[in-house]
């Protein structure tokens, strides 16, 4: 009961600083993050959101996204979806500017300076990720995440079923631990044709029913192309193209097809071309790019090793700015559904371990900013279990130099995986989403799990070390230690001359006797660090 009020004292505590009920369009939630559709965006109070204790950050996209980690999110966001609507059958509640009175002010004047930048160069980002091919990659990212929380229960349980079948315990329970683990993923395709339907578009139903030949038993019994389909051949992709096909097929039959025949020509029509099409062509060209994304993965680490994961690793921080790592989720599902795990996801969430590296040296190089310490180490548990945001947006990124020197520890992580993949020891992943400490429970891989999980936290270590020792001697200039290794305190002499009244002593910031800032906060004034 203890933390059902807990969940709903956050949300109680968000919706006013949203704007109220009134405000709120939609309500979703993915991993980690509050999702919200809002009606006017300036009815939000930022800071006030950002001082609640259970919010780890805000981020601002095609929703407001408001990160509480995950667990959290999943159990807050019921209790949200209630407020809103016992707010609505009441009254509008107050605006955000009404509420920010009673919210909790920011302490720290150089840590919501840094929020404040990480925010400007997340809005920066945001429209310049408004490209057709980055919206189009952002729908198909829609498709896959709600996905997600199936592909972690069973992965889950797939790792405890083969723990159990290596140790020879439980012998009457594994089949039915296996039973668990494997329905879902055999069919996938046709959860995978719903969403894609129901996001470009159609109807859901029928993008599933599609999507369901592939997996169907009776597609072994025809030849295409000169060969014998097999059941689940082009898996995922397949399933993705069928149901984009029969939406656009639906449509052109909305548009054709007289009203009083709809109900009954509409979906014939749907399902036996988008089907035909899928049987005698679909399947057969997305079985051919699956085979060719797990080859090619394989190759590439077999060959690469610790080139490849030095790459792959140092780059994912980057593509992520971009909106670009979208495009890697039918890659990961594709790999999962092949080979049972992905070989990618562990080298790639090598790039939070270099973000924590980052962080402690931050932490260390100034030990005088108790504001932006405070921030770290609020940050830091959720860093750990692969929530990134809090530390990228709110102290990597705004500083500059840091987020490079954060790319370069998850490149040596990185490195450091995919040298065993060369070696012969593969790391995998049976699920997407977690990672950090959060994968531990997904890993997989061709040898032990004793050998899987220790290279996995080899990387880990050497994305912290090598994050660090990058950021602790390359990721501070001159000019930005001595701007923000300045004390928080304000001194004595300063709370005599104020009455007794403490005020921000740091030089360049709001409250200090040196401020030309008068709103170092906004985003048009707010440069990156260097």
């Known amino acids: ?255 054709w097809v007289p009203e009083a025949l709809d109900v009954l020509v509409t979906p014939t029509l749907t399902v036996l071309i988008s089907g035909l099409a899928t049987i005698f062509g679909l399947m057969y060209v997305a079985g051919e790019i699956s085979s060719a994304i797990g080859t090619f993965a394989d190759w590439l680490l077999s060959n690469g090793g610790a080139g490849a994961g030095f790459v792959l690793g140092g780059l994912f921080l980057p593509l992520v700015m971009l909106g670009l790592h979208q495009a890697l989720i039918p890659i990961h599902t594709t790999l999962i559904e092949q080979q049972g795990y992905t070989v990618l996801l562990p080298i790639l969430a090598m790039a939070g371990a270099g973000q924590v590296g980052a962080a402690m040296a931050v932490y260390v190089r100034l030990p005088r900013n108790e504001s932006i310490r405070r921030t770290i180490r609020s940050a830091l548990p959720a860093g750990l279990l692969g929530v990134g945001e809090p530390l990228i947006y709110g102290v990597s990124l705004p500083l500059g130099r840091p987020f490079v020197t954060a790319c370069v520890g998850g490149a040596f992580g990185g490195g450091f995986v995919g040298l065993f993949h060369q070696l012969g020891d593969t790391v995998g992943s049976t699920a997407i989403g977690p990672s950090g400490w959060a994968l531990f429970p997904l890993l997989d891989g061709n040898h032990s799990l004793g050998s899987t999980l220790a290279i996995y936290a080899g990387g880990l270590l050497a994305g912290y070390v090598a994050g660090f020792l990058a950021t602790y001697f390359f990721g501070f200039g001159k000019d930005l230690l001595t701007e923000f290794n300045v004390s928080q305190e304000p001194a004595p002499s300063t709370i005599a001359a104020t009455g007794g009244t403490p005020r921000e002593t740091t030089p360049g910031t709001r409250g200090g006797p040196d401020s030309g800032d008068t709103d170092p906060g906004s985003p048009e004034k707010a440069p990156v660090r260097v």
Not at 22 to 49: F, K, P, Q, W, Y
Not at 105 to 115: D, F, G, I, N
Not at 125 to 134: G, H, I, L, R
């Open 1 to 255: 009961m203890a933390t059902e009020d807990k969940n709903r004292a956050t949300a109680a505590a968000i919706l006013p600083l949203v704007g109220g009920a009134a405000n709120v369009a939609s309500i979703a939630h993915c991993m980690t993050r509050l999702r919200l559709g809002l009606h006017d965006r300036s009815l939000v109070d930022d800071e006030a959101l950002k001082a609640l204790p259970a919010v780890m950050g805000v981020v601002e996209d095609d929703t407001y996204q408001i990160v509480l980690g995950p667990g959290t999110v999943a159990r807050v966001t019921p209790e949200f979806e209630h407020l809103v609507e016992e707010g609505r059958e009441a009254a509008p509640a107050p605006a955000a500017a009404s509420a920010a009175s009673s919210a909790p002010a920011v302490s720290a004047v150089s840590a919501e300076e840094l929020a404040a930048q990480g925010a400007a160069i997340k809005a920066q980002q945001k429209a310049k990720n408004t490209t057709p091919f980055k919206l189009f990659l952002r729908r198909i990212a829609n498709i896959f995440v709600p996905l997600i929380p199936a592909l972690i229960g069973c992965g889950i349980i797939a790792g405890l079923n083969g723990l159990l079948v290596n140790l020879e315990w439980l012998p009457a329970v594994t089949p039915a631990l296996a039973a668990m683990a494997s329905g879902f993923m055999a069919l996938i395709a046709v959860f995978v044709g719903y969403n894609t339907a129901k996001e470009f578009g159609g109807t859901p139903i029928l993008g599933g029913a599609v999507a369901a030949i592939i997996v169907f038993p009776g597609v072994a019994n025809i030849d295409a192309f000169g060969q014998t389909l097999s059941p689940g051949q082009g898996g995922v992709l397949g399933a993705l193209g069928a149901a984009v096909l029969a939406v656009y097929v639906e449509k052109w039959c909305r548009r």
